[in-house]
C-alpha cells in the first residue's frame, strides 16, 4: 500500500550527488551562525525528546519521497501539543528563523524538504483521534494522524474516510490538507479539500486560530478553502475535523482488458456519458500492468495493451446491474477480458496491485512521477505524446492513472546514479507537464507543487496569476518564513 | 440597496478591466450585480456605479463526457440547467433560486451563484458550490484579469483561490467566467416521509438515514407548526429506479423504530425538494426576518430550543439537522441577540437572509468574526482590492 513510502528506502541513501536541476535558496549564513542559540532557544519550550539536534538524527528529515533531493534541517522540533507548536513558531517568528512544517515526509514533490537555514516543525506526536460523532458524520482528530488511521478507528461501526492516496498508511491529515490529497476514489468522494470541515490552524507569529467547525459552510471568506492545498506555508495545521461517509453496502473492483489505450479511454468517456459515475476507475498502459503483476501477482491481464480497474459498489444485485451496465459500454469498445474479483481477498489483491504500483515500479528502476491532470477528452492523445517524449529521451516509461478524472501518473524510469540520465527523466518530465498544459489541464492533480514543479508554474500561471496567489500568501506569512522555497519560482517577485 | 445613478454592463472580460480601471482611477466604489434577484442578501450597501455582468453571457464550454461547464458570469443559471438537462447531466449542489425569498424579478446567474456559494439540499451529500466550481477567471481591485483552478476536476496547481472568491460575496472580484464540474442526474427520486417525530427524534431520523449505506441525497425536517399538520421528516433517494426501489424498501426498514411513513414518488419528491431549497415553507408572509443557521445536526434542536426561549419564530431544519432556517418578526433586533447567544453554547454561525434594509445595514448579517480571522479577513480583502471598491461593506463594515 504504502509505495511512497518504498521508494523512500529502496532509491534512498545509495546515490552520490546527482546534477540538482532544481535551485535551493543560499542558507542565511547569520542564521546558521546563531545556530547553537536557536536550538537552545526551543529547548526551553519543549521535552528534550521533542527536539532534534544531531547530525544523524537530523538526517531522517533531510528529505522526503522526492528523494533526489535532500538538505539538513537546522533542528527538528516534534511538539506533542497545538500550544507547543504555538511557542515554538512564536520564538521562531521572533528570531526571523525559517519552518518547514512536515507530516510523514511522504511528499512526492518535495513540499517537506527542508532548507539548512530552516527548523522543521513536525507534527508526528499529535497523533490522537479525539472525537468521532456518527450521528453528525465528523471525526475531530490531532494532525498527525495518518490517513488510514482515520478509516481503521471507524471502519468496525461501517464508517471511513474518503480520500485515499496511495501513501496512506503512511502520510498524515496534516500532509494530505497541506496537499489537498487526492487518491483512487475522488472520482465519485472528491478530494481531501471536499472533507475537511474545520482546522485548528497556528499562524507564524503563534496565534492560533480555529477556522471553520464541525458545521457545514464557511463564515465569512472560505479560508479553510484556501489553507488547504497551501503546502504549509499559511500556517501549521495541529487539528482537523474531518467528515466521515458510510461505507456502501459493498464493494468489488472489476478488471477490464483493452487491446489499445485509446479504446480504454473510449470506454472511460462513454461510461460517464451514460449517467454512471464509479467510485473508481483506474488506468495502467502495459508496462504497468507487466510491473505491477509481477509484485502483487492481482491476476492482472498480462495481454492486454491497457487496462482499467472499475469499481462498482452497493448491494450484490445492485453492483450486478451495474456492472451489466458498464460491461454492455465495454464491449462497444472491444474489451478483451472482464475479470471480477471473487473474493474480499481477490479485491485486496487487485488495489494492493494498484496501490503498490509505484513501490513496484522501484524494484524494477528509479523513477520520477508526474502528476499532470488533462480533459479525459485528451488522454489517449496525452498518453501517445508522452510515449514519443520519453523515448526521444532514450528512457522508458510506465503509466497508471486515475482515468476517470484526467490525473496522470507516468513514472519515468532512470538509473539514479547516473546524472546525466537523471537529467534526463526530469527534462522529459517537464516536458510532459507542459503538455499537459497545452491541452487545458494543469501541472499537478493531487501530488502538489513543491519544489518539483515550482519552476514551471510560469506554464500554467501568468505574473498576474502568481502574484495575486503570492499577496494572499503573505496575509497570512507576511515575513515569508513559512515553506519559503516552495510553489513559487524563486525568480518571481510580486508587488506587495 | 440604494440604486445607483450609472450602471455599465461589460460585454467582455477586457471592458470589466476598463471599468475597474476607471473606477481605481476615480477612487470610485462599485456595486457587482449579476441578475439582481439577491440584492437581498447581505448588508445593504451605497455605490455610485453599479457593474452588472447581465451582458457578460453564453457557455464556453461544455462536454459532458468530462462532466465539466465553464460560462461567463451573467449567464442565467436557467440557461445552464437548460443545457445540462438535454444531456442528463446537473448542477450537483442543487443552487437556491432566491426569488421567492425576497420577492425579486430576473435571471438568476451562474456568477451569483459562485459568488455567494449557493447550495441547497443535495449539499448533504454531493457538496456545495465551492466544492464544484474548478475554476474561476475574475477581475481584482487592480483592474487586472486573473485566473485560479482551470477546467479539470483534480487540481493543486497553487493556492486555491477559487476557494476565497467563491462565497466572498463580490467584495474579492468581479467573476468573469466560472467552471464547475457536473454529476449526471438521476434518473428517479423519491422520498420517504416519516410523520409526528419532535425535533430531536426527527435529528436521530435524519442521522440513522444519512449513515446508511443508501446515500441519501436529502433530509429536511419541517415541525408541525411549519407544516400545520403533524411534523414531518423527509429523506430523499436518487439513483436508477432498481435501486430506488431497492434503497426505499431498506431505508423503511432501517427506520422502522422511528413510525409511520409514507412515501412521495418522482414528480412529487422533485416539486417538494425545489420547493424546500427555496425555504418555501417559510418565504410567507413576506414581511418576517428570515435566518439561515448552521451548526452541528445534533446540536440543531438544543440551538432552536434555547433561541424559541426568548424569541418568537417558525423553523424548519435541512441537511440532517445542519442548516436551520428561522423565521421571526423583523423588529428590533431581529432576535440576533437571541440566536447568536444560544450559539456561543452550541457553536455555528447564524446569517441574516432576509430583513429590511435598514434593519441588515444597522445589525451583522453574517456572524462576527473573531479577531484573528477579522485580521485575516481584511488582509485577504485587501491583498484582492486594495482600494476597496468591489461592494464596500457588503459582508462586514469597512471590508
Known amino acids: ?496 | 440597496m440604494t440604486k445607483s445613478q450609472i450602471i455599465h454592463r461589460p460585454r467582455t472580460e477586457s471592458d470589466v478591466a476598463e471599468i475597474v480601471m476607471d473606477a481605481r482611477a476615480a477612487e470610485t466604489p462599485l456595486a457587482i450585480e449579476g441578475g439582481g434577484t439577491r440584492a437581498g442578501l447581505g448588508r445593504p450597501m451605497r455605490a455610485p456605479v453599479t457593474l452588472s455582468t447581465s451582458q457578460l453571457t453564453g457557455i464556453t464550454l461544455y462536454e459532458p463526457a468530462e462532466m465539466v461547464i465553464s460560462a461567463r458570469a451573467g449567464t442565467p443559471v436557467s440557461e445552464i440547467e437548460r443545457a445540462l438537462g438535454e444531456q442528463g447531466q446537473m448542477l450537483p449542489f442543487e443552487p437556491m433560486d432566491h426569488r421567492a425569498l425576497y420577492g425579486s424579478a430576473g435571471d438568476p446567474t451562474i456568477g451569483a451563484v459562485a459568488a455567494c456559494n449557493i447550495s441547497g439540499p443535495r449539499r448533504i451529500s454531493s457538496g456545495a458550490a465551492r466544492d464544484h466550481l474548478i475554476g474561476l477567471r475574475f477581475v481584482n481591485g487592480r483592474a487586472e484579469a486573473v485566473k485560479s483552478g482551470g477546467r479539470v476536476m483534480k487540481n493543486v496547481t497553487g493556492l486555491d483561490l477559487v476557494k476565497l472568491v467563491c462565497g466572498s460575496h463580490g467584495t474579492l472580484g468581479v467573476i468573469t467566467e466560472v467552471t464547475f464540474k457536473l454529476l449526471p442526474k438521476a434518473r428517479r427520486t423519491a422520498t420517504l416521509v416519516v410523520e409526528g417525530l419532535d425535533d430531536a427524534r426527527a435529528v436521530a431520523c435524519m442521522s440513522a438515514a444519512l449513515g446508511s449505506p443508501f446515500e441519501v441525497s436529502g433530509a429536511a425536517h419541517l415541525p408541525g407548526a411549519v407544516t400545520g399538520e403533524s411534523a414531518r421528516t423527509y429523506l430523499r433517494i436518487e439513483h436508477f429506479p432498481d435501486s430506488v426501489a431497492y434503497r426505499m424498501e431498506a431505508l423503511e426498514k432501517l427506520l422502522a423504530p422511528f413510525g409511520a411513513k409514507s412515501r412521495l414518488d418522482h414528480e412529487p419528491s422533485l416539486s417538494f425538494w425545489r420547493d424546500l431549497r427555496d425555504v418555501g415553507p417559510l418565504v410567507r408572509p413576506a414581511e418576517t426576518a428570515i435566518w439561515r443557521i448552521s451548526a452541528a445536526p445534533t446540536r440543531a434542536p438544543h440551538l432552536t430550543s434555547a433561541i424559541s426561549q426568548t424569541l418568537r419564530g417558525q423553523w424548519f431544519y435541512d441537511w440532517g439537522g445542519g442548516l436551520i432556517w428561522f423565521a421571526t418578526s423583523a423588529q428590533g433586533d431581529c432576535g440576533a441577540g437571541a440566536i447568536r447567544h444560544a450559539l456561543a453554547a452550541t457553536g455555528g454561525h447564524a446569517t441574516l437572509t432576509r430583513a429590511p434594509d435598514d434593519l441588515r445595514a444597522v445589525l451583522d448579517v453574517f456572524e462576527p468574526l473573531t479577531p484573528a480571522l477579522m485580521k485575516l479577513t481584511r488582509g485577504v480583502k485587501l491583498s484582492f482590492d486594495p482600494q476597496g471598491l468591489f461592494n464596500p461593506g457588503r459582508m462586514y463594515a469597512g471590508v
Open chain 1, 1 to 496: 500500500m504504502a509505495g511512497t513510502l518504498t521508494i523512500g528506502y529502496i532509491n534512498g541513501y545509495n546515490q552520490g550527488s546527482p546534477v540538482s536541476q532544481i535551485a535551493f535558496p543560499v542558507p542565511d549564513s547569520s542564521i546558521l551562525a546563531r545556530r547553537d542559540e536557536i536550538v537552545a532557544g526551543l529547548a526551553r519550550l519543549v521535552a528534550p525528546e521533542s527536539l532534534v539536534t544531531t547530525e544523524d538524527e537530523r538526517r531522517a528529515f533531510e528529505t522526503d519521497a522526492l528523494t533526489a533531493y535532500r538538505r539538513l534541517p537546522l533542528a527538528v522540533v516534534l511538539p506533542r501539543s497545538t500550544e507547543e507548536v504555538s511557542a515554538v513558531l512564536a520564538y521562531l517568528h521572533e528570531a526571523g528563523v525559517k519552518v518547514v512544517a512536515r507530516g510523514a515526509g511522504t511528499s512526492l514533490a518535495g513540499g517537506a524538504i527542508p532548507q539548512e537555514d530552516a527548523v522543521v516543525v513536525g507534527v508526528s506526536k499529535l497523533n490522537k483521534i479525539l472525537d468521532v460523532s456518527y450521528e453528525n458524520r465528523v471525526a475531530r482528530v490531532q494532525a498527525g494522524v495518518t490517513n488510514l488511521g482515520i478509516t481503521d478507528a471507524i471502519m468496525a461501526d461501517g464508517f471511513f474516510y474518503a480520500p485515499d492516496p496511495s501513501s496512506q498508511l503512511a502520510c498524515t491529515i496534516a500532509g494530505n490538507i497541506g496537499m489537498n490529497s487526492g487518491g483512487a476514489h475522488c472520482l465519485k468522494h472528491g478530494v481531501t479539500t471536499n472533507h475537511i470541515l474545520g482546522v485548528r490552524m497556528v499562524l507564524i507569529d503563534g496565534t492560533v486560530v480555529d477556522v471553520g467547525g464541525d458545521h457545514l459552510d464557511a463564515n465569512g471568506y472560505d479560508l479553510l478553502g484556501v489553507i488547504v492545498g497551501s503546502e504549509g506555508q499559511l500556517g501549521v495545521v495541529t487539528e482537523a475535523t474531518v467528515r466521515i461517509l458510510r461505507a456502501a453496502e459493498g464493494a468489488r473492483p472489476v478488471l477490464f482488458g483493452f487491446d489499445s489505450s485509446e479504446a480504454a479511454g473510449a470506454c472511460v468517456a462513454d461510461i460517464i456519458g451514460n449517467g454512471i459515475v464509479p467510485v473508481a476507475m483506474e488506468f495502467m498502459d502495459k508496462l504497468a500492468i507487466e510491473i505491477t503483476e509481477a509484485f502483487a501477482h492481482a491476476g492482472y491481464p498480462l495481454d492486454a495493451a491497457a487496462m482499467l480497474i472499475i469499481e462498482v459498489e452497493g448491494s450484490p444485485a445492485e453492483m450486478e446491474a451495474q456492472l451489466s451496465r458498464i460491461v454492455e459500454i465495454a464491449k462497444k469498445h472491444g474489451v478483451r477480458t472482464v475479470r471480477e474479483s471473487q473474493s474480499a481477498l481477490e479485491a485486496a489483491l487487485i488495489w494492493k496491485g494498484r496501490k503498490s504500483a509505484f513501490g513496484a515500479t522501484g524494484r524494477v528502476a528509479d523513477y520520477i512521477c508526474m502528476d499532470g491532470t488533462v480533459p479525459t477528452s485528451k488522454l489517449s492523445y496525452v498518453l501517445q505524446r508522452t510515449d514519443e517524449i520519453v523515448k526521444s529521451y532514450g528512457l522508458r516509461v510506465a503509466n497508471v492513472f486515475h482515468a476517470g478524472d484526467g490525473n496522470m501518473h507516468p513514472l519515468i524510469m532512470y538509473n539514479v546514479n547516473d546524472p546525466a540520465e537523471q537529467a534526463k527523466a526530469e527534462e522529459a518530465g517537464n516536458d510532459i507537464l507542459k503538455l499537459c498544459v497545452e491541452v487545458g489541464g494543469c501541472l499537478t492533480g493531487e501530488h502538489g507543487v513543491g519544489i518539483e514543479k515550482r519552476d514551471l508554474m510560469h506554464f500554467q500561471f501568468t505574473p498576474i496569476d502568481l502574484d495575486q496567489q503570492m499577496r494572499v500568501r503573505a496575509v497570512f506569512d507576511p515575513g515569508w518564513l513559512l515553506n519559503p522555497a516552495k510553489v513559487f519560482p524563486l525568480d518571481h517577485r510580486f508587488a506587495a
